[in-house]
DNA sequence: CGAGGCGTTTGACGCCGGTCAAGCTGGAAT
DNA sequence: ATTCCAGCTTGACCGGCGTCAAACGCCTCG
């Protein structure tokens, strides 16, 4: 019979122990976390947390991704942020969960109940402190997005989104691939720029028949073929 | 003779000691910041910080407003923030500043260099939960900006706004007030908006004409005569 | 194989808001 | 007073993007 090794066994393997707010913590400290943590997958568009709920999750993306949507009384939607594999998803301290979260494509998360995982914020530091400065890094995105909904036209909208994605999803070594799986659908592209289907339709092909990329139909991967061409229309001078 | 009182003279009667992130201080604890604390009044116009600039300050906003603003390389300018007195501007921790920050009116701050501050955040847990929790505020209201600017036309916008900062300049007794001392100029709320100055002049007189508001004229004043249809215009149903 | 449904593409048209330009107002300088 | 100037308002026009509609490709299910 042999010790149990210092790392929880069901973090032994986990993709994101690395990147994600785990990685403040060392092997020994996991057990706070992993102690109040579930594990769920989520097929592709299923709701995490509907607007208005309580708020009672916060969690880690394990893989996968997650769309966070706000809308008007009308039905209007925007999608406000998409979160990827290692992000952190939820409010601690907050009130009220305005937002729904949703799952885009199967994705598994590792859930922690809001209230322990507040006590687990007080007894370590150097969480908090990653999660302050996640949190930041959140902001500085939503602000880049507010530039680009208040002033960038449409293709000027998808070219950037198509370089944000292409760099998030660069896998660790060569770090923004050329070819992109696109982690949403054309509806979804359009409720994340304040566009329509149709427009973001219409300019995707207008950007492939100027070659700046390609797109293989009834797939949903996209090619850049130009990222300079792409880089220069996302940020025009 | 009698002795130093534990509140720093300086803070004894600031604006803000009570709502800024100081209040996660007790008077004991001020010193840590008001040692490293420099008070200073920029006039309307004056840039406090600019983008690309290293980023060596945090401030508090003891009295009048910042503007936070990006632009594409072009120049188009968005403003992506309106800060408040009390409200935080900075990001500790961060390498760059690649936000333009600009005092909107006369503007008082209480300036920390970096590097103190956030060893003084490292001393005073809850002043770092306090900024942890105010960051997450400026979080959601970017992401309700968000969804203005995906989603709204230019009336919403503009009601929006009024409403926003009826709420954000309610003095202390009555939470919202009628009359409003419109913080910045109709190019600014254009830059905020994602407009133009026409736009936004010809959707405040619409406004006006139909007896939702009252503009007092060479006067930055806007009374709120309906806050109810105002609302149904920000949020239509 | 064919039927049906979903996501996407493409087209025709109209409107909201941007652009350009002119006039208006009030305050400061002279 | 007169001039000047910055900020605001108003008007005429136009283009980008939304709206409505139809067709296409791909998948699943009968």
Redesign the interface.
């Known amino acids: 019979m042999r010790l149990m090794p210092s790392l929880p066994s069901r973090c032994a393997e986990c993709l994101v122990r690395d990147t994600s707010l785990c990685s403040a913590m060392r092997d020994d400290e996991l057990h706070a976390l992993s102690d109040i943590a579930r594990r769920k997958t989520f097929p592709a568009g299923q709701v995490v947390t509907w607007s208005g709920d309580p708020n009672s999750l916060c969690a880690n993306i394990v893989s996968g991704a997650v769309k966070?949507t706000?809308?008007?009384?009308?039905g209007?939607?925007?999608i406000?942020?998409l979160l990827y594999p290692g992000d952190f998803v939820g409010?601690?301290?907050?009130q009220d969960a305005?937002?729904t979260i949703t799952a885009v494509g199967e994705t598994d998360l590792c859930l922690f109940p809001r209230g322990p995982f507040e006590r687990t914020l007080d007894e370590h530091?150097a969480m908090?402190?990653k999660?302050?400065?996640r949190?930041?890094e959140?902001?500085?995105d939503?602000?880049?997005?507010?530039?680009a909904?208040?002033?960038?036209n449409a293709v000027e909208r998808i070219a950037s989104f198509l370089l944000e994605v292409s760099e998030r999803m660069g896998s660790d070594e060569d770090d923004s691939a050329s070819e992109i799986a696109l982690p949403i659908s054309r509806g979804e592209m359009a409720?994340y720029?304040?566009l329509t289907i149709e427009t973001v339709s219409r300019q995707l092909t207008r950007l492939r028949k100027d070659g700046v990329i390609a797109l293989e139909k009834g797939d949903r991967s996209c090619t850049i073929l130009s990222r300079e061409r792409l880089a220069a229309i996302a940020?025009?001078?």
């Open positions: 966070v706000a809308s008007t009384p009308d209007r939607e925007q406000v942020g409010q601690p301290f907050a305005p937002l530091r908090e402190r999660l302050l400065e949190t930041m959140s902001l500085t939503a602000q880049n997005r507010i530039l909904l208040g002033r960038k409720d720029l304040g940020d025009p001078d």
